[in-house]
């Protein structure tokens, strides 16, 4: 108590300084409109900073919640896409009405045969041959074993192998066991990519006939599977790989997915695999 008397007394010219400079700038602001507008407009000011700045620091906190909404629409538009693509490519020899009506009707209808789900990666690993993706969402959230998965931008990733109430484990390109039937995005000709377990950015499309005419760069798309849609993208061809039988090519292909900077995912659910699938056990019995 004794210190802070002390203080008062040897500061009291300064003290007083500041109370009368104070009730100084009440008098101007107070009496005077032009001096108080000014006032005003200048606390509006730094109020209004101030506020930008802790916007600035709740939008950071709201990053992922904001992201796993934009995932939610991407699935939705990336289902809308696909069953757009699908039914032009079905009527693109027939007139313009009847794209006009599908565009215009057919985008409302719920009963899609693809649904796209979100995911995140929890787990990813490609420093050896036997690579695998974990993603955090399971059975509980309607993942299943079988069902594709493709990154935000639409290259295929890989398909899920295991699951549990809460994780999958996807079985991705970059790993020997995985198989897909592709094509080149000008051919019906269809062959199979594949991993030689060298390069992560790059796979192999392989058992197209040598005949098959192709340019460096062509794409590559999903052809006949019960896992991915049609059409899916799967990579670029970067240059013709050795091949193993004169009847055969066999292309090295640059995968879409960069699986370096992989975090967010879409799941694939497709409506009509259970069905498919019963079906075609019957007849092998």
Known sequence: MKALFYFIIRNLHWLLAILLVAFSFYLVFSHNSYQRSVFLSSSNIVVGNVYKASNYVNSFFHLRRNNSQLLERNAELEMKLLALMSHLEEVSRKDSVEVRAFVRDSLANELFQFSFMPAEVANLTFAGSNNFITLNRGSLHGIRSGMGVISQTGGIVGVVSTVSSRFSVVLPVINPNFRVSAKLSH???????????????????????????????????????????????????????????????????????????????????????????????????
């Open 187 to 285: 051919s019906e000709n269809f062959g199979l990519i594949s991993w030689n377990g060298k390069n992560v950015r790059e796979a192999q499309l392989t058992e197209l006939p040598r005949h098959e005419v192709f340019q460096r760069g062509d794409t590559v798309l999903t052809s006949f599977s019960r896992i991915f849609p049609r059409n899916l993208i799967i990579g670029f061809v970067s240059e013709q790989g050795q091949r193993r039988d004169d009847n055969f090519n066999i292309f090295n292909v640059r995968l879409a997915t960069n699986f370096y900077t992989l975090r967010d995912v879409l799941v694939i659910d497709d409506r009509f695999y259970q069905e498919q699938n019963e079906l075609e056990q019957s007849f092998l019995r």
